[in-house]
């Protein structure tokens, strides 16, 4: 019976599933918050400004009206003595007017007592001689024109007095009218000021608040990087310390599983390494053999070396999705199915280990439960033949990292009770 010995240690969900590579660990976006709360701050500071500028005009309005106060307030006293001696002035003609009634009244009864009202023709008649006559006419014409003359003074004292008087009553109702409009003024201002300043003071409390939330974004930003930082230099020491083990354990292996074309495994010796864990992400001319499809699928793979992903029941870090991920990228379709019946599902077909080419598919399955989803399952794509070893793509190995490498120079090395079985797709 013939043996092809695949000559490598397989470290997959052994010795360092426990132990991951650093995942990535995403922080809140704090600066976006901070730029906000920068954006807020610059908004209340602009309306501030414009609130001290409104409250700066209010009081300048103030100080203009209470100018104007005192101004009517001198006004005022000047007007009230022009009042005074205005009233001085009518209260005189008052005095005038009433001794001139006096006079015209006591005029009245001395003509109806001595008979003066007599016309002048009666004057005439009666007069002794032309002498007599003519001094009779001369005082009856003296009295008649001093009656006159009276009369005249008085129509134009009351006419005077009538006119000050409005005059007076018209300055005073201008004086009290300004003064109220003044005094209304100044109330209204004093209220928008009032207003005004609350306003002003509310618009500081926001900005005060707006200020201490952005000292918690702040302050929550350093936390979170400082989090952070603890968190990969934890991660890449274990990571560290994963690599290592892994060194210790492949350099004190000398036991690897032989794999029989019956599909048995045999425990024989073999000398230590032969695994590469190199990043080289070239795509080996071999792979210029496979069809563009497949040829697609294996740049999709060797693109994605280097990252990690979730782990766990169909998450993107498990090693059999990210196999199915990078066929579909070539268009190649992988069913969804167990480690044996996703294959036949998707029409792929079992070939030997000698015919293995790039873009075939390594599938661990167990013996006795090949549908088994059991410690020791594991899936790599083929992505370089070379002088009987394989360069591979695979993902979460260690067991849990969800991490994607690569390695050159390898071969399968299945756990006791696993086979190695060589799937290829069609397309």
Not at 252 to 261: M, P
Not at 274 to 280: H, I, L
Request: proline residues 3%; negative net charge.
């Amino acid at each position: 019976m013939k043996k092809n010995l695949l000559s490598t240690l397989m470290v997959c969900s052994l010795v360092l599933t426990a132990i991951s590579l650093p995942t990535a660990v995403k922080a809140t976006d704090y600066d976006t918050q901070i730029k906000e709360q920068d954006q807020k701050i610059n908004e209340l500071k602009t309306k501030e400004a414009e609130a001290e500028a409104a409250l700066a005009k209010i009081e300048e309005e103030l100080e203009t009206t209470a100018r104007k106060i005192e101004e009517l307030s001198e006004t005022k006293d000047v007007l009230t003595e022009e009042i005074k001696a205005l009233y001085n002035e009518i209260s005189d003609l008052n005095v005038r007017i009433q001794k001139r009634d006096v006079q015209m009244q006591k005029q009245a009864r001395d003509v109806q007592v001595s008979g003066n009202g007599t016309n002048y023709l009666e004057v005439l008649l009666n007069s002794e001689s032309i002498s007599d006559a003519l001094t009779k006419v001369q005082g009856l014409t003296t009295l008649v024109n001093a009656n006159n003359d009276l009369l005249e003074q008085q129509t134009e004292d009351k006419t005077t007095v009538e006119e000050k008087t409005e005059v007076v009553e018209g300055q005073i109702s201008a004086l009290e009218q300004a003064e109220t409009d003044l005094n209304e003024k100044q109330d209204s201002l004093d209220t928008l000021k009032i207003e005004q300043e609350i306003a002003k003071n509310d618009l500081e409390a926001q900005r005060a608040t707006e200020e201490s939330k952005k000292s918690e974004y702040i302050s929550q930003k350093e936390a979170a990087e400082k989090k952070l930082a603890d968190e990969q230099a934890a991660q890449k020491k274990k990571q560290e310390e994963a690599e290592r083990l892994a060194q210790e354990i492949l350099a004190q292996t000398n036991k690897v599983n032989v794999i029989e074309e019956d599909g048995t495994t045999t425990a024989v010796d073999t000398p230590s390494g032969g695994v590469s864990n190199g990043t080289d992400v070239s795509i080996p001319e071999s792979a210029g053999e496979v069809s563009a499809a497949k040829q697609a699928a294996i740049s999709a793979a060797l693109a994605d070396v280097g990252n990690s992903y979730p782990t766990g029941w169909g998450a993107q870090g498990e090693c059999l999705v990210s196999v199915r991920r990078w066929l579909n990228a070539g268009g190649i379709n992988f069913a969804v199915g167990g480690p044996h019946s996703g294959y036949v599902a998707s029409g792929a077909k079992q070939v030997s280990l000698s015919e293995i080419k790039p873009g075939d598919v390594i599938q661990y399955e167990n013996i006795y439960t090949p549908e088994g989803w059991i410690g020791g399952v594991h899936t790599v794509l083929i992505v370089g033949v070379s002088n009987g070893t394989l360069h591979i793509v695979e993902a979460n190995n260690p067991g849990g990292s969800g991490y994607v490498s690569t390695t050159k120079g390898w071969m399968p090395a299945p756990p006791a009770n696993f086979r190695a079985v060589v799937w290829r797709f069609p397309g």
